[in-house]
T-cell receptor
Framework: DSGVTQTPKHLITATGQRVTLRCSPR?????VYWYQQSLDQGLQFLIQ???????AKGNILERFSAQQFPDLHSELNLSSLELGDSALYFC????????????FGPGTRLTVT | GQNIDQPTEMTATEGAIVQINCTYQ??????LFWYQQHAGEAPTFLSY????GLEEKGRFSSFLSRSKGYSYLLLKELQMKDSASYLC??????????FGTGTRLQVFP
């Protein structure tokens, strides 16, 4: 158990819908990272927040957005969902903003039908 | 562009040694990570190399050559529980982790 929690574990929704994935970092960690892992692709970095502020952006679609709240938990919002958005979404956390020693949560499996 | 290459699949026998290679090409380089991921589970940290050479940690060792853009993960005394995907990831110069697609290792008795 890494200490990073993610909810929900599984999510099934229809195309065009909007969902919110939630992540709570390890106690004391200030950075939260979001990754997408599709069936045939590696982990794709989406976005990083450090102490409430956006720190780095990867290949995140405009339909996706995220935020980190004062209690350091983070939410990833996915809207206008498409079949291709079906994937495992992982959240990771680290103490600093530099990304070393990232601890991954158990992931949310999103299925878009 | 940014690219991480590693073999898609490997097989090995219990008790044997296996080496998983990784080549990387990134915008700047601030270190190389190896993660283990069992199917459907979260990646777990195995090793980090930033200087050339070999880092040993129990049955697992990781090697880095910065001049060649090359790393390998060496697994000794393989056990059935080592069957998993092994992800190579490089830190670029903006501190983003760029992951390869992973090498799926199957260990047979």
């Amino acid at each position: 158990d890494s200490g990073v929690t993610q909810t929900p574990k599984h999510l099934i929704t229809a195309t065009g819908q909007r969902v919110t994935l939630r992540c709570s970092p390890r106690s004391g960690d200030l950075s939260v990272y979001w990754y997408q892992q599709s069936l045939d692709q590696g982990l794709q970095f989406l976005i990083q927040y450090y102490n409430g502020e956006e720190r780095a952006k990867g290949n995140i679609l405009e339909r996706f957005s995220a935020q980190q709240f004062p209690d350091l938990h983070s939410e990833l919002n996915l809207s206008s969902l498409e079949l291709g958005d079906s994937a495992l979404y992982f959240c990771a956390s680290s103490v600093s903003g530099t990304g070393y020693e990232q601890y991954f949560g158990p992931g949310t499996r999103l299925t878009v039908t | 562009g940014q690219n991480i290459d590693q073999p898609t699949e490997m097989t090995a026998t219990e008790g044997a040694i296996v080496q998983i290679n990784c080549t990387y090409q990134t915008s700047g380089f601030n270190g190389l990570f190896w993660y283990q991921q069992h199917a459907g589970e979260a990646p777990t940290f195995l090793s980090y190399n930033v200087l050339d050479g070999l880092e040993e940690k129990g049955r697992f060792s990781s090697f880095l050559s910065r001049s060649k853009g090359y790393s390998y993960l060496l697994l000794k005394e393989l056990q059935m529980k080592d069957s998993a995907s092994y992800l190579c990831a490089a830190f670029d110069n903006t501190d983003k982790l760029i992951f390869g697609t992973g090498t799926r290792l199957q260990v047979f008795p």
